[in-house]
């Protein structure tokens, strides 16, 4: 059984610049929600996708949006990058629209924002 | 506003003894409680969770309790090992088919010493 992977690992990026990280959801899961984990606070949802559409949604602004594919992959895009941006951005899958009750999360990917 | 709170940013054990980590959230529509497992580079890892209709959920050497009515939260680790060192986050979720987001304390940093 594949685990959540996720791309890059690390990245580096300028104000006001655009950036997508990718994410692979672990097989056989066909749900994918997104997390930022600020330095020292817990993670914080930004949404969460199923079949395709988001499916919920946390106190983030527009610039930050996902897709998810057929596969069940998922792309997490932020426009616009300000410097609290900078944090580390989870994906986690589980295996029911909502009623999963277990996410189960992929190593991260560090973004840093100059 | 905090709905899930870890009130102790970390905790210091000795190896063999018992650890109890603490979580309190003030959302009562909360219906499912997770901890989970972090250690530094990786993603969050789930440890146990226990539904709202229990009052304690035990798994090998971790065990949960919960106290709807203090609206309260415990992981018990017993015995404590080297290995359990890492941050665990308590999560709360309200189950639903439109987007089961999970809300996490701050973390609380375990160090268990041989």
């Known amino acids: 059984e594949t685990g959540v992977t996720q791309s890059p690992t690390h990245l580096i990026k300028t104000r006001g610049q655009q950036v997508t990280l990718r994410c692979s959801s672990q097989?056989?899961?066909?749900?994918v929600s997104w997390y930022q984990q600020a330095l020292g606070q817990g993670p914080q949802f930004i949404f969460q996708y199923y079949r395709e559409e988001e499916n919920g949604r946390g106190n983030f602004p527009p610039r930050f949006s996902g897709l998810q594919f057929p596969n069940y992959s998922s792309e997490l895009n932020v426009n616009a990058l300000e410097l609290d941006d900078s944090a580390l951005y989870l994906c986690a899958s589980s295996g029911l629209a909502g009623g999963g009750n277990e996410q189960y999360f992929g190593p991260g990917t560090r973004l840093t924002v100059t | 506003d905090q709905q899930v709170k870890q009130n102790s940013p970390s905790l210091s054990v000795q190896e063999g003894r018992i650890s109890i980590l603490n979580c309190d959230y003030t959302n009562s529509m909360f219906d499912y409680f997770l901890w989970y497992k972090k250690y530094p580079a990786e993603g969050p890892t789930f440890l146990i969770s226990?539904?709202?209709?229990?009052d304690k959920n035990e798994d090998g050497r971790f065990t949960v309790f919960l106290n709807k009515s203090a609206k309260h939260l415990s992981l018990h680790i017993v015995p404590s090992q080297p290995g359990d060192s890492a941050v665990y986050f308590c999560a709360a979720t309200v189950r639903n088919l439109y987007g089961n987001k999970l809300v996490f304390g701050a973390g609380t940093i375990l160090r268990v010493k041989s």
């Open positions: 226990i539904s709202s209709i229990k």
């Open positions: 097989s056989g899961h066909n749900t």
